[in-house]
């Protein structure tokens, strides 16, 4: 008989209320000890926390081996015998091993587990003995329901089979349910490896306040108990999906065939060989930790060679030997200079046909980023989207595109031909940028093309996820509903500022390759089968032509095509213009793999710059091995960041940190979820925001309100920088964009907030002795910062001679043919904004010849080819910046001629 039984979903909320209550608690017990130490006779309020604080440390502990159950039950020794020197120091010293994170390279004879006991008579407690062991420290969780005593006995057995030489140590962790390994995953950052044993329980034994029961993606279906390990293993795959699992079963071993979907690293029977256990997860480690191009580099490097080659700087000799330049050097290192080489050979390789090293390490970082296919790009994002788009997309094929997407998008767009049908997003117009593009917006330019016969032409989907801003998208949902509309598109998902998502649980489900691997889960599976034809026999029979507009579902054979292009360099470990392209396209062998390599050597260098590469096959390594723990750190001073400011009372009075609702529109944001603000924010609406909403904020990108000020973006930048050394991510002309990421440090946040503080004193004082002709003046520029903001422009048209008969009637043109017939200074003419408008109004026809880029918002609102409409000559007029590319204060719109439009 089957049962179903719903297991809860450890969230994102969780972590953070457990892993801030857990260093919280700590600090309240070193506080406590230190106020016992120092008092007569302990209150009731001392021993009521201390009891508290250490019964929650006791249950919350055993997910961890440090400090763990252990040294919270020596304190609570102490505690009952009075002891309160033997309290207060080893309660200081759990505090000072926590923060400093030094329990990974010291070692207790006994892993910390214990506090050596005084010799009797001496009232002196003695130090622990520590051991300095730099090798790379991690945790292995067992999920078997032992006694106390059993547990230690397979400590010490693994223990007993380290050897002096292995790579890495480790201890274990071990839990006794299926819930408890769910906690111990979510908040053990240093658990990489899982066996899961068999006869385990389902629920766990401890109530912990923010396990939500009500939130659950982790519905188990089980015909018989012995399944339930694999159903776990499932369970946190999808949690975290870099750990190494391993199965200990009592199961026949054909019994489990097709069921673990290939989730485990290795499947034991029963009690077989410890030792291999423990030789499977080093060894599995090991492969994660392995830097396949790093290690050849670094091996090539130490070789006495003699370069009868390109690069005079190779190795440093052009340096050392000069008598002007040997600062160079002493700035960047002599392995900079050891490791530049143009050499392929000698375990290195060419990046432009890879066989060797550069290889592997494509294929390792597949393997982490969820794709089937990664492809390392030395020379930024900008180049990868436009190997993508070349090699998915030609002449005449329709883009769909957002109309704010990257500048290398539509120059790829001129290099490859294809026709650009740019969707409108919604627009954030307080603020002077756009969020994301709706889905009713695409399904509307969609349908506009099936009425019109052109669906066949639309090929490609670009969208910008997370946006500049930190819109983030809902790509499955995207994806699903347009693939029952169009099932050959292929969708590019530009991830520039996106790359570290795919390493923590809740932003992940929003990344391109884990929605395409959903996805293509999800329409193999029978379930889906029968949820789509009963849908569709319903949809067919539904004669409203508007039916297009609602929940669409694709059919179960549609094949999944997806392309992700992410700045690795931007939010994870790279040197500056390392990305890669990660693909999951079912038929790239088919259809696109000799396109794609023929684009790629089209953008690609013939001289790869050697250390990017290793600096991403490194840069792989790290988010594999920590990724979680650094991504959610990363989260969390986001979070942090977002609380100071709202809580300083003189920082809140000139500034603020938008939220969710003021970012999206409620329309798109069903769940209701409207702030990040600790204090105001529902926990468990969050988590269904990230589930279900069609658009979400980036908790790690903080776009901070200034128009209070009296200041604009770029004023506020520039004083941040050159005063300050506190650098901006982009600015409006009322907000400033601050981003936390994994190279965040609690110290910048609180630099970062004693500024804010500052200048909110700097204005206090200014405003309060102004007198009243300069406080009018002052009044007159904050109203212009927060009243009456310019209206966004929406994408006008092609002229009528960059349009194919196709084109016809449709917001599509040839922007190709415009960008190569404005190179001819005879096709063009100069004007200003004025005459340009005065010429509008006079009913003229203003086309631009280039792509006109006002900087902020940072995107075209002009391309080569588009009307020049009045709103968006307005906005130009309205922005009042320094900086539009492509366009002349002394020359003005660079525009067509007249005589050209109308030459046929």
């Keep these: 008989m089957t049962t179903t039984r719903a297991i809860p979903r450890p969230s994102l909320a969780s972590y953070f209320s457990a892993m801030r209550q857990r260093t919280d608690m700590w600090q309240t017990v070193k506080t406590l000890g230190m106020e016992w130490l120092e008092a007569k006779q302990a209150t009731k309020i001392l021993t009521e926390g201390l009891q508290d604080n250490l019964d929650e440390l006791e249950r919350l502990e055993g997910y961890f081996c440090y400090p763990g159950v252990k040294i919270v039950r020596r304190l609570r020794s102490f505690y009952e015998s009075g002891d309160k020197d033997g309290f207060s120091l080893l309660a200081s010293f759990v505090v000072r091993m926590l923060i400093s994170h030094a ?8 892993e910390f587990s214990t506090w050596p006991e005084a010799e009797e008579g001496d009232s002196k407690l003695p130090q622990p003995t520590l051991m300095l062991d730099e090798r790379p420290y991690f945790e292995v969780l067992v999920v078997d329901d032992l006694p106390e005593s059993d547990i230690e006995v397979l400590r010490q057995l693994l223990r007993g089979f380290r050897m002096p030489d292995d790579e890495f140590v480790y201890d274990l962790v071990v839990v006794p349910s299926f819930e408890d390994a769910l906690i111990a995953a979510l908040l053990n950052h240093h658990v990489q490896s899982v066996v899961i044993r068999y006869g385990f329980p389902i629920e766990s034994k401890n109530r912990l ?18 399944e339930i390990g694999v159903q776990l293993g499932h369970a946190i795959h999808n949690l975290r999906p870099n750990l190494d699992l391993f199965l200990v079963t009592d199961a026949p071993v054909e019994a489990l065939a097709g069921k673990t979907k290939r989730r485990f690293n290795r499947i034991f029977y029963r009690q077989e060989d410890y030792r291999e256990l423990h030789q499977s997860i080093l060894k599995s480690i090991g492969t994660r930790y392995h830097t396949p191009f790093f290690t050849a580099l670094k091996s090539y490097s130490t070789r006495p060679t003699g370069v009868f080659h390109a690069l005079p700087i190779s190795r440093g000799k052009s340096v050392t030997k000069s008598h002007w330049i040997r600062e160079m050097e002493d700035f960047f290192g002599a392995a900079m200079f050891m490791a530049e080489t143009s050499a392929t050979t000698a375990g290195l390789d060419s990046l432009l046909q890879p066989v060797g090293s550069i290889r592997e390490a494509q294929i390792a970082a597949a393997r982490a980023f969820g794709a089937k296919l990664t492809f390392f790009v030395t020379n930024g994002t900008s180049t990868a989207n436009k190997i993508v788009l070349q090699a998915i997309s030609g002449p005449g094929d329709i883009v769909l595109a957002a109309r704010d997407c990257h500048q290398s998008h539509h120059y790829g767009m001129v290099l490859t031909g294809a026709h650009p049908l740019y969707m409108n997003p919604y627009p954030v117009t307080n603020y002077s940028f756009y969020g994301g593009v709706p889905i009713s917006e695409i399904k509307r330019n969609l349908l506009v093309l099936k009425g019109a016969g052109q669906l066949h032409r639309a090929k490609v989907l670009l969208l910008t996820n997370c946006t500049f801003d930190g819109i983030v998208y809902n790509p499955e949902r995207v994806m699903e509903e347009i693939l029952a509309i169009h099932p050959d598109m292929i969708f590019v998902w530009d991830e520039a500022w996106f790359a570290f998502a795919f390493f923590t649980p809740i932003t992940r489900h929003r990344t391109a390759m884990a929605s395409a691997r959903t996805l293509s889960d999800r329409f193999h599976s029978d ?20 039916k297009w507009m609602g929940r669409l579902y694709p059919a179960p054979d549609t094949k999944i095509r997806v392309y992700a292009t992410q700045s690795t360099h931007k939010t994870l470990t790279s ?61 969390e001073l986001g979070m942090t960041l977002r609380e100071r400011i709202r809580c300083h009372k003189l920082i809140a009075k000139y500034f603020d940190v938008l939220t969710p609702a003021e970012l999206i529109p409620e329309a798109y944001r069903k769940s209701g979820f409207d702030s990040y603000r600790e204090e105001r924010t529902n926990w468990k609406l969050m988590d269904k925001a990230w589930l279900n909403d069609e658009f979400c904020l980036d908790p790690t990108r903080l776009t901070l309100s200034i128009g209070r000020s009296g200041w604009e973006g770029e004023a506020m930048k520039t004083r941040l920088i050159e005063e300050y050394d506190i650098q901006v991510n982009k600015t409006t002309r009322n907000t400033a964009l601050f981003m936390t990421h994994i190279g965040t440090t609690r110290g910048a946040v609180a630099h970062l907030i004693e500024v804010l503080a500052q200048l909110t004193q700097e204005l206090n004082e200014v405003n309060d002795n102004q007198n009243p002709h300069r406080a009018a003046v002052h009044q007159k520029k904050v109203a212009q910062l927060t009243q009456n903001p310019p209206e966004l422009p929406h994408f006008s048209d092609f002229h009528s001679k960059f349009k194919s008969e196709d084109d016809k009637g449709l917001i599509i043109g040839n922007m ?57 000559l307005e906005f130009l007029l309205a922005v009042d910046v320094s900086e539009i590319h492509g366009y002349d204060p002394e020359l003005g719109l660079r525009l067509f001629t007249q005589e050209i439009l109308e030459q046929k």
């Design 209 to 226: 306040a923010f396990l939500d029961r009500t939130l659950s993606l982790y519905d188990m279906s089980r015909k018989e108990d012995s």
């Design 575 to 635: 040197f500056r213009q390392g990305s890669m392209i990660h693909i999951f396209d079912e038929e790239f062998e088919r259809q696109v793999e000799e396109s794609f390599h023929q684009a790629y050597l089209t953008h690609t260098s013939t001289s790869a710059n050697y250390p990017i590469l290793a600096s991403l096959d490194l840069g792989r390594r790290q988010v594999e091995l920590e990724g979680y723990e650094l991504v959610q750190h990363a989260i």
């Design 527 to 546: 379930e889906y089968k029968q949820k789509y034809a009963k849908w569709k026999t319903t949809f067919d029979a539904d004669p409203d032509p508007n």
């Design 103 to 110: 329990y990974r390279v010291y070692l207790q004879e006994d």
């Design 816 to 872: 190709r043919d415009a960008f190569f017939l404005a190179a001819l200074d005879a096709h063009i003419r100069y004007m200003s904004l004025d005459d340009v408008k005065q010429e509008i109004s006079q009913g003229c026809i203003c086309v631009s010849a280039n792509f006109v880029t006002p900087y902020p918002p940072g995107f075209p609102v002009l391309v080569p080819g588009q009307f020049v409409s009045r709103e968006i």
